[in-house]
């Protein structure tokens, strides 16, 4: 298939990250993540974000956001996120499943949600009634591309704190944030006040993988129950550790964000010459939001595949990955050019 805006999971693996696989599979490992290249990845990761904290390997990014959830929540609880978000959206039940919480959602139109929407929803605290909030989640970026700022962060956490609520953050593409605030992974994440991140690699070039991270070191105690029973132990785990270790080394990260982000800079400005097409949403990491003419929508995903977002208004989600080239975005704009020059 040819390269497509439909998702940063469209796109392969990173050579860097298929070189670390290669490199690893020489001879036998102990299983389930006792070997040393996990030890390794995890010592990476308190690279970051400092050595008191809990690092988990998952396969994907719902496991590490159900299981995140699940070991803060019981059942009677609530969860507080945006109506786009994915785990509302577009991990089926899973969390509902997993957690047999109620999920309560905020309505957002750049995909972020905001302290007085939290404040609004904390309702009926200590009503046997009524299901009990116990976590906000938000994601960064959002599904809508954009990203909080750590100010904004820290004011979610804020309310959170004052209402004994955990703090969750998706971040699936977190590496895409982090290169667009030109901030350290810490800064926006931990030092804002955020209590669980689920660390994406799979968007940002590994073949799959995802990391659970506390940074309040009591609420991992029942995680390795939690994360077997959710099927999310790979047996093999020197797999995903490897991965995660190349990514976090030598900048790889940053580079393959900086790349995607700087591709979605770059569509962006070439689609804003098109009065035809509107964007909808800020461009602040991989992703662009546009809406283009209906009628044009078919031949062009033809030339290169992308998702309606919203049927109603004909906005289509435009994604730029590591392999993204510049080439890749000029075909695609005269593509568009010349099929709106028909219309
Ligand atoms: C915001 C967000 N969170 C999490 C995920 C992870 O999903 P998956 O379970 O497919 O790895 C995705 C993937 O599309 C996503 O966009």
């Keep these: 298939m040819n390269h497509s805006f439909g998702s940063d999971n469209y796109s392969g693996v990173h050579p860097k990250i298929m070189e670390a696989l290669t490199r690893v599979n020489e001879g036998h490992a102990?299983?389930?993540?006792?070997?040393?290249?996990?030890?390794?990845?995890?010592?990476?990761?308190k690279e970051y974000f400092g050595n008191d904290i809990d690092v988990f390997f998952a396969y994907n990014g719902t496991g590490a956001n159900v299981l995140g959830l699940a070991s803060v929540t019981k059942s009677f609880n609530s969860i507080i996120c945006s109506d786009l978000a994915h785990i509302h959206v577009d991990e089926s039940t899973a969390?509902?499943?997993?957690?047999?919480?109620?999920?309560?959602?905020?309505?957002?139109?750049?995909?972020?949600?905001?302290?007085?929407?939290?404040e609004d929803r904390i309702q009926r605290v200590n009503d046997q009634h009524h299901p009990q909030v116990k976590v906000v989640s938000i994601s960064q970026p959002t599904e809508y591309g954009t990203v909080y700022s750590p100010e904004e962060i820290s004011r979610i956490s804020k309310v959170a704190r004052n209402h004994n609520l955990y703090f969750h953050m998706d971040g699936s593409r977190i590496s895409n944030a982090a290169v667009s605030l030109n901030k350290n992974f810490r800064e926006f994440t931990r030092d804002a006040g955020v209590d669980i991140l689920s660390f994406g690699g799979t968007k940002?070039?590994?073949?799959?993988?995802?990391?659970?991270?506390?940074?309040?070191?009591?609420?991992?105690?029942?995680?390795p129950y939690i994360r077997k029973q959710g099927m999310q132990l790979h047996s093999k785990m020197r797999f995903i550790a490897a991965q995660f270790d190349a990514l976090l080394s030598d900048d790889c990260?940053?580079?393959?964000?900086?790349?995607?982000?700087?591709?979605a800079a770059r569509l962006a400005e070439e689609l804003r010459k098109i009065p035809q097409v509107t964007i909808t949403q800020s461009v602040d990491a991989n992703a662009v939001f546009v809406i283009i003419p209906a009628a044009i929508i078919p031949a062009l995903q033809q030339e290169q595949f992308f998702y309606v977002w919203t049927e109603k208004t004909s906005e289509a989600r435009l994604?730029?990955?590591?392999?993204?080239?510049?080439?890749?975005?000029?075909?695609?704009?005269?593509?568009?050019r010349e099929l709106l020059g028909r219309l």
């Design 30 to 45: 102990t299983s389930y993540g006792g070997d040393e290249y996990t030890a390794k990845a995890i010592e990476k990761f």
């Design 95 to 118: 969390s509902e499943k997993f957690t047999g919480c109620r999920q309560i959602t905020v309505a957002t139109i750049d995909g972020k949600i905001y302290p007085h929407q939290i």
């Design 204 to 223: 940002n070039g590994m073949m799959f993988g995802e990391a659970i991270i506390f940074f309040r070191q009591q609420l991992s105690e029942d995680f």
């Design 253 to 263: 990260w940053k580079r393959n964000a900086m790349h995607s982000n700087g591709m």
């Design 319 to 336: 994604m730029c990955s590591f392999d993204t080239r510049p080439e890749y975005i000029e075909k695609f704009v005269k593509k568009l």
